[in-house]
């Protein structure tokens, strides 16, 4: 669809989400052979179409300079054979997950015979927005079918061709084998405005999922007339304890920050026990200024290695590149309150060899996802055998951490009696 005015937007909108609504009550009684299947045929059908995306795709990347895209998005975006394939494995391995739609959380007989079932069913329908990578077209929709729901597709304008032909090849599928019109909706206008006029459907739109830079979260959490399943940012820490063994803490902050930057699970801040600062910072600062990373630290830190004076602003700060902020801490306690008063509440690490030590701070740390001598690049859905995921929450209602499938149910309670009256 072109750019439209006002009232033609706000029409074309409203018939995608009622769409999408008629398609949730149908996809609520899909059994799981039904919803399998279609993953199984989509993967097949995305690698027949295999030239017909990259065609989509090359429309993608020549446009790619216009919209100002680095090198590293510009790589996000492009597609090749292998990548395809690995599109239609995600696919494959979503389809082999258990399906949680029907599953029973929790049930009892009460004393009158009255049986009480506690029974997981899908959210609804689910508007997803995200940033420009093709591969989460086709994971978003197969997360949220699988999950019994319909989706809403709102990708990045730079992926457009690439997202439609993804789309179009699942639609052909659904088709083929009936699944209903509206289940996988990819929105076709890049008019800024669509997202506003969704945003106000809480009587189409159960839940929105926002997955991109902190403006636009910001943006959707303001408008939102639903529940947002979201997270800011991602200032990850990991905690070298006076009891690590140095060597792992190392390799562990290394991956940590290293092994991918631009990505809300790296390690953005390094705190170090005060007993261990002055053999532990030497080591870690070779490796990673090797590595071509800009530490910055606090004035006890600096005293130890040369490195720029960490800010306030710096402690708090989300870099997706090459810096990270250092500080040094007296105990457990002291890092565990500077995890939660600096940081963004998504994924925190400690790395030591004392078993109290870490129970410390695995309960102290307020944070989605809190790691034991482990990398914070472990915080992911496929990671977490959960399969595809649709985002990382840091919300405490209604998902928290890796979204996988059974993050996109909710639960009803069906009641079975035999001609029960209360008195």
Request: net charge negative; hydrophobic share 40%; aromatic share 4%.
């Amino acid at each position: 669809m072109a750019t439209a005015d006002a009232t033609d937007l706000a029409l074309h909108c409203r018939q995608i989400a009622d769409a999408a609504r008629q398609a949730s009550r149908r996809l609520a009684t899909l059994d799981a052979e039904q919803k399998n299947k279609w993953l199984l045929e989509s993967a097949s059908a995305l690698l027949d179409a295999t030239d017909e995306i990259l065609h989509a795709n090359a429309q993608d990347i020549a446009a790619a300079p216009t919209f100002g895209l680095s090198e590293a998005q510009i790589d996000r975006l492009r597609l090749d054979a292998q990548r395809i394939a690995g599109i239609a494995s995600g696919l494959t391995e979503v389809a082999a997950l258990p399906d949680p739609c029907g599953e029973i959380i929790e049930g009892q007989t009460r004393p009158g015979g009255l049986k009480i079932q506690k029974v997981r069913v899908p959210l609804g329908v689910v508007f997803f927005i995200y940033e420009s990578r093709p591969n989460v077209t086709a994971d978003a929709a197969a997360i949220c079918v699988k999950s019994g729901n319909a989706v809403i597709l709102r990708g990045g304008k730079e992926a457009a061709h690439s997202s439609q032909a993804i789309v179009d090849v699942l639609h052909r599928t659904a088709t083929r084998l009936g699944l209903p019109d509206g289940a996988v909706q990819l929105v076709d206008t890049p008019d800024r405005a669509a997202v506003g006029h969704f945003l106000k459907m809480n009587d189409a739109i159960d839940v929105t999922i926002p997955r991109g830079g902190e403006s636009l979260i910001r943006r959707v959490v303001s408008e939102a007339t639903m529940p947002v399943i979201k997270h800011f940012d991602g200032n990850c820490h990991v905690y070298v304890d006076v009891a690590a063994d140095l060597e792992m803490a190392t390799r562990i902050t290394e991956n940590a920050k290293c092994q991918r930057m631009g990505v809300c699970n790296a390690c953005e801040s390094l705190l170090v026990h005060r007993d261990i600062a002055a053999e532990f910072l030497p080591m870690v600062a070779a490796v990673l200024t090797s590595r071509g990373i800009e530490m910055r630290g606090d004035d006890e830190s600096r005293k130890i290695v040369d490195m720029q004076p960490a800010t306030d602003a710096d402690l708090r700060a989300e870099f997706l590149g090459p810096v990270i902020s250092v500080a040094i801490v007296d105990h457990v306690q002291h890092a565990a309150q500077h995890i939660n008063d600096y940081g963004s509440h998504h994924t925190d690490a400690i790395v030591t060899n004392d078993y109290r030590t870490a129970q410390t701070f695995t309960a102290m740390v307020d944070s989605a996802a809190v790691m034991v001598n482990a990398s914070t690049r472990f915080n992911d859905g496929g990671q977490f055998g959960l399969g595809a995921e649709i985002g990382i929450s840091t919300d405490k209602f209604h998902a928290r951490g890796p979204c996988g499938l059974r993050e996109l149910t909710t639960y009803k309670y069906i009641v079975h009696g035999d001609g029960h009256i209360r008195d």
